[in-house]
């Protein structure tokens, strides 16, 4: 038995684990890394092993850092099967598509570009890391439906149960039961967790008893502010903005971020906090569908939630909410001089259209800017929260007027305490690997003496061990044992613990 990382390791994105037993190979997650042009690099580069000889694929959930790269490991020979819940299916064609269609738009904005530097004579094009048809043949090789809490039989010595992870819709934590020359293993792979006391998903499902666990530390080093509180700050951002006579723009991921955004806004109207005449723009075709997708799957939401749909309030529908999915609908936005509420991805404006409304709202004193997720160093988004006094847009400086807002409660994963509860319930393993989604630098996952904040070594002195990520010959790489993991090196620096 042995498990390697490709992915998500000391690093946020890319998440991307391989295990090997009883001569079959599974991943769990492939996704794409994020947050600029090295990142772009990381994910043309070779994957670290075969993508042909990788036998099935385990897919948490369906955000773009844990899916991103499946097309691209299906163009470069990845034949096995793919398996998921049924509503991460769905989200997943939505997230595949989308990027492919960004990647083919930004490999002829390049091409383009170079022409234009080079000569038209000289033109050399630039190929996406993966098109819209691989994207759609990637489809083809979704096959089981994983349903939360029912084992399912991979492969002679490999059983997957999928549990209830509480971060979007259809996420999941994975526990492989794992056997091989008699010996016995539990692994389980957090994926990325949520927290309790969300309006709409149901709160996580405590995680079985493992040996090793594999588990995201987004946020091991600190504490979120209240939901309660970043809803009346988010209220009165909007209320200050629109006394201002300016437009709020709010950078949303389509998965889940938006949808929540829409229930809190349509609560806001219902409470009589924000005006019913107030005009809201979901400007994001994906998110739009994405909430198509929330109404199919009203199992993964709170009975509150499925009452309200069953009665007939649609807890999505904000008064005078907009659809806008057509290029000349979003472009009209930006003639609306104040009074909108405009929500459009990409969340850490990387791309996407809220690019544009940044364009045309990051200058004005009266806008304002709402950043309600995380913003991945190198990111645009990033970058206007660092405190940037101009930035580039479509090769325009845009000097940034507009009030900047970054409120930190309306986080998808768990914070500290959230992780370190889900933790306990995994009984003792005997090693457990905070280092998938960890963020650059930031303290290790541990419970603080009283009055300090997390870090330091405590966590190997409690048997936490972060690990290196590695890519092929150099992957962190080593047997599944009770009492050691060994990782080597291109064969060297070989460490047991």
Not at 117 to 146: I, K
Not at 273 to 302: N, W
Not at 336 to 346: L, Q, T, Y
């Amino acid at each position: 038995m042995k498990i390697s990382f490709h992915g998500a390791d000391r690093e946020v994105t890319g998440s991307c684990h391989l295990v090997e037993c009883n001569g079959r190979r599974l991943l769990v997650d492939c996704g794409m890394f994020q947050g600029g042009r090295r990142m772009a690099e990381e994910n043309a580069a070779d994957f670290g092993f075969d993508p042909a000889r990788i036998d099935h694929l385990l897919l948490t959930h369906a955000h773009l850092d844990h899916c991103g790269r499946i097309p691209l490991l299906v163009k470069r020979g990845f034949r096995g099967e793919i398996i998921t819940a049924a509503a991460s299916r769905e989200l997943a064609r939505l997230v595949l598509l989308d990027a492919a269609h960004l990647q083919e738009e930004e490999a002829e904005y390049q091409s383009r570009k170079m022409a234009r530097h080079r000569g038209h004579h000289n033109r050399q094009w630039v190929e996406p890391l993966y098109t819209v048809l691989d994207a759609l043949n990637s489809l083809d090789f979704f096959g089981r439906t994983a349903r939360y809490g029912q084992p399912l039989d991979i492969a002679p010595g490999i059983r997957a149960t999928f549990v209830n992870a509480g971060h979007i819709l259809g996420s999941a934590c994975v526990l492989l039961e794992l056997e091989e020359q008699g010996r016995r293993r539990r692994v389980l792979f957090s994926g990325d967790l949520g927290y309790s006391g969300r309006p709409l998903l149901q709160d996580p499902t405590p995680p079985p008893a493992a040996d090793v666990v594999v588990m995201e530390t987004t946020y091991g080093d600190r504490l979120h502010k209240p939901l309660q509180p970043s809803i009346e700050e988010l209220y009165e951002a909007i209320e200050d903005t629109f006394r201002r006579g300016g437009n709020v723009v709010i950078p949303t991921f389509a998965l889940e971020r938006a949808q929540e955004l829409l229930y809190f806004l349509h609560e806001g109207v219902r409470q009589g906090r924000l005006p019913g005449a107030m005009q809201v723009f979901l400007d994001s075709p994906m998110a739009i569908s994405a909430t198509e997708i929330f109404r199919h799957h009203l199992d993964c939401l709170k009975p509150g939630a499925v009452k309200r749909f069953g009665a007939g309030e649609d807890p999505f529908a904000v008064p005078g909410l907009h659809f806008t999915r057509e290029t000349a609908q979003s472009m009209a936005i930006n003639q609306i001089g104040g009074g909108a509420v405009i929500m459009a991805g990409s969340g850490m404006c990387t791309g996407g259209r809220v690019r544009h409304h940044l364009k045309h709202d990051l200058w004005r004193r009266d806008s304002s800017i709402v950043f309600v997720g995380y913003a991945a160093r190198g990111t645009l988004a990033r970058i206007i929260i660092d405190g940037a006094r101009t930035v580039r847009l479509f090769g325009e400086e845009i000097p940034v007027r507009a009030r900047i807002y970054t409120i930190g409660g309306f986080s998808a994963h768990a914070d500290r305490d959230e992780l370190l509860a889900w933790y306990r319930h995994t009984g003792r393993p005997h090693h457990t690997h905070p280092g998938a989604r960890r963020r650059p630098g930031h303290a290790p996952l541990r419970q603080p003496p009283a009055g300090q904040h997390p870090g330091g070594d405590a966590c190997h002195r409690r048997g936490v061990h972060p690990v290196n990520r590695g890519r092929g010959a150099i992957g962190r790489r080593g047997p599944i044992d009770r009492h050691s993991i060994v990782y080597s090196e291109a064969g060297k620096g070989r460490r047991s613990f």
